[in-house]
């Protein structure tokens, strides 16, 4: 495995290897991607074995062009309501973190899209992975750099240290700075749904899509998934973590003043959040205490969420006890990540 600070010669390095169906981790504005040619089924067998992710759940294509996204979606099969709402989103969202379901092209591997005739498409706003995806093949499947399951990748060490050997050449171009995987939206039926929360805020696509659809009851299993990639647990740290509003943090600190016998580690929101914390609190040892973003800042919490349950996931704690976000904007995501990460204990 090669591991290169972004360069143009780092880039034709990763290109070429991906050009002969190889496997390059590469940064986004979201988190870092494991990239493979995603018009070579080769390359993308190999990118659910790197991962050990099943073959049900199906990958994103990034481009970098919105010339190229004919090459991958069947545009021909959307009627006239979804192509206005398509125009619409990918004029004012595109390049950045959404990702659109749209009707699948013949010459996108079934592998890609799990079986699905939907595909799944995004344009990243980053230098970068649009230079790697312009010199390669024009178009990249990639899913997040991490075994399936665990935490997203928000530095390339995250990505060296989780998968090694498994990817041909890992390009580092520092810590990402949305930190939290893409929206994806799927605008193929009436009304849009958003599939999974992500750094694209559902009010700024309802702004320009008018309503969506409500969000699909019932999520799946790994054994038995409603439908792909809404996994009930996802993105979880090893270390059993469970997620609480403020008003139950702090009922909990009071009934166990130690919060988990001094080796739990507690992950607030915001600094106030912590200091009405530690007011309430009654003794014990102290815990281990991280804030998401000191003054409230949704997207400074997004960005650090995955890099801060990275650190405690290292440290050795028994549990991570963490506090939600309000639910507005960014916080959608970084409570859809909590509940799922929570879900695998
Ligand atoms: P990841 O690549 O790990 O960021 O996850 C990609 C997400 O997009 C998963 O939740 C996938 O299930 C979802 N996805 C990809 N393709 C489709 C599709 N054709 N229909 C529905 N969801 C999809
Ligand atoms: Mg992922």
Not at 63 to 83: M, Q, T
Not at 154 to 176: C, F, M, N, W, Y
């Amino acid at each position: 495995m090669e591991f290169l600070a972004i360069s143009d010669a780092a880039l034709v390095r990763a290109a070429a290897i991906l050009c002969r169906g190889g496997l390059a981790a590469f940064p986004t504005e979201t988190v870092y991607g494991l990239g493979g040619d995603a018009f070579n089924a080769g390359a993308l067998a190999k990118i659910f074995a790197a991962k050990g992710r099943p073959r049900f759940d199906p990958l994103i294509v990034h481009i970098a062009s919105i010339a190229a996204l004919e090459k991958v979606a069947d545009l021909s099969l959307l009627d006239g309501a979804a192509r206005k709402k398509l125009n619409l989103l990918v004029e004012r969202l595109w390049p950045g973190p959404l990702t659109l379901i749209l009707p699948k092209q013949k010459a996108v591997p079934d592998l890609a899209t799990s079986g699905l005739p939907t595909v799944a498409v995004r344009f990243p706003d980053h230098a970068a992975a649009q230079k790697l995806i312009t010199l390669s093949t024009g178009a990249l499947a990639a899913p997040s750099a991490n075994p399936f399951g665990y935490l997203s990748p928000t530095r390339a060490e995250h990505v060296r240290d989780q998968l090694g050997d498994k990817v041909d050449i890992i390009l580092d171009g520092g810590p990402s700075k949305l930190g939290v995987e893409s929206t994806v939206l799927d605008i193929c039926g009436p009304l849009p749904r958003i599939l999974r929360p992500g750094a694209a805020p559902k009010e700024a696509i309802e702004a320009l899509t008018g309503p969506l659809a409500r969000p699909e009851a019932a999520a799946g299993t790994a054994a038995a998934p409603v439908s792909p990639g809404q996994l009930k647990s996802h993105y979880a740290p090893r270390t059993p973590l469970s997620a609480y509003s403020l008003e139950e943090l702090r009922s909990l600190s009071r009934e166990n003043a130690d919060a988990g016998k001094g080796r739990a580690a507690l992950l607030f929101f915001d600094g106030p959040s912590r200091d009405a914390w530690l007011a309430g609190r009654k003794g014990g040892e102290a815990a281990a205490l991280r804030v998401l973003s000191e003054k409230g800042d949704v997207l400074e919490a997004a960005a650090r969420l995955f890099e801060t349950l990275h650190e405690l996931d290292r440290s050795g704690f028994s549990r991570i006890l963490a506090q939600f976000a309000p639910e507005a904007g960014l916080g959608a995501a970084i409570n859809d990540r909590l509940r799922r990460a929570a879900f695998a204990c």
